[in-house]
C-alpha cells in the first residue's frame, strides 16, 4: 500500500526555537495533505489542510503564524512550528490521500513525530 | 454538538473472545465515510475498516467487522477472536461529503486484551 513517511521521528527542543516537521508521500502524488496534532490520551484534532501550490486551510484556533505549513511539492509537505514552547509538546501526525489509489477513499498516515519542548 | 462519539474511554476482553467498540456519529450530509482505526503505543495509525453511508451491506476485513446501522447513526466495530496484538486505541472517524476532505476523530476506546 501507499507510504507516507515523516521526518523526524521525535525531536526535543528548547523554548523559543522552530522546528520543522516533514511529511512524504513515497509513492504517490498527494495534491492534498492533512496535519493533525494528538496530546497524550486524546485524540486527534486537525490543525490544517495542506494544498500542493497553495495557501494551507487552518481550523479555527490555530495560529497561522505559528504553526506554518508548506505544500511546496506533490510529495512534500512541511510543518514548522515556530517559538515553540511547552505547552507545543505533543504528537504531530500528517496523512495524505492518493487519489489515483485503488482505495479512493483510503487515506494514509504518517508515523508521527513526538515534539518535546523543553 | 459531537460528530463522533465513543462512550467507552476502556474496554477488556479475554483472548479468543469477541468484542464490540462502539461508535455514534452526527452529520447531515448524506454521503459520508466512517472509518476505524488502529493506534499502538507506538503512535501509528493503522486503518482497519471503512464504510461508506451508501453501502448496501456492512464491511468486513478479516476479524474485524463495522456493525452499520444507519438509521441509528451507529458505525460499531466488532472484532472476532481477540488476540494479544489488539490491545491498542482504537479510534472511529468520519469523513463528510467527498472528496479531499480530512477525518474527524472520536475520543478514542483503549482496549485491553487479558489471556
Known amino acids: 500500500g501507499a507510504v507516507v513517511s515523516q521526518h523526524p521521528s521525535w525531536v526535543i527542543c528548547k523554548s523559543g526555537t522552530s522546528v520543522k516537521i516533514e511529511c512524504r508521500s513515497l509513492?504517490?502524488?498527494?495534491?492534498?495533505m492533512f496535519w493533525y496534532r494528538q496530546f497524550p490520551k486524546q485524540s486527534l484534532m486537525l490543525m490544517a489542510t495542506s494544498n500542493e501550490g497553495s495557501k494551507a486551510t487552518y481550523e479555527q484556533g490555530v495560529e497561522k503564524d505559528k504553526f506554518l505549513i508548506n505544500h511546496a511539492s506533490l510529495t512534500l509537505s512541511t510543518l514548522t512550528v515556530t517559538s515553540a514552547h511547552p505547552e507545543d509538546s505533543s504528537f504531530y501526525i500528517c496523512?495524505?490521500?492518493?487519489?489515483?489509489?485503488?482505495?479512493?477513499?483510503?487515506?494514509?498516515f504518517g508515523p508521527g513525530t513526538r515534539l518535546t519542548v523543553t | 454538538a459531537q460528530k463522533i462519539t465513543q462512550t467507552q474511554p476502556g474496554m477488556f476482553v479475554q483472548e479468543k473472545e469477541a468484542v464490540t467498540l462502539d461508535c455514534t456519529y452526527d452529520t447531515s450530509d448524506p454521503s459520508y465515510g466512517l472509518f476505524w482505526y488502529k493506534q499502538p503505543s507506538s503512535g501509528e495509525m493503522i486503518f482497519l475498516i471503512y464504510?461508506?453511508?451508501?453501502?448496501?451491506q456492512n464491511a468486513t476485513e478479516g476479524r474485524y467487522s463495522l456493525n452499520f446501522q444507519k438509521a441509528r447513526k451507529s458505525a460499531n466495530l466488532v472484532i472476532s477472536a481477540s488476540q494479544l496484538g489488539d490491545s491498542a486505541m482504537y479510534f472511529c472517524a468520519m469523513r463528510e461529503g467527498t472528496g479531499r476532505r480530512a477525518l474527524t476523530f472520536g475520543s478514542g476506546t483503549r482496549l485491553q486484551v487479558q489471556p
Open positions: 464504510q461508506g453511508s451508501y453501502d448496501q
Open positions: 509513492d504517490f502524488q498527494a495534491t492534498t
Open positions: 496523512s495524505a490521500r492518493d487519489p489515483s489509489g485503488r482505495a479512493l477513499y483510503e487515506q494514509y
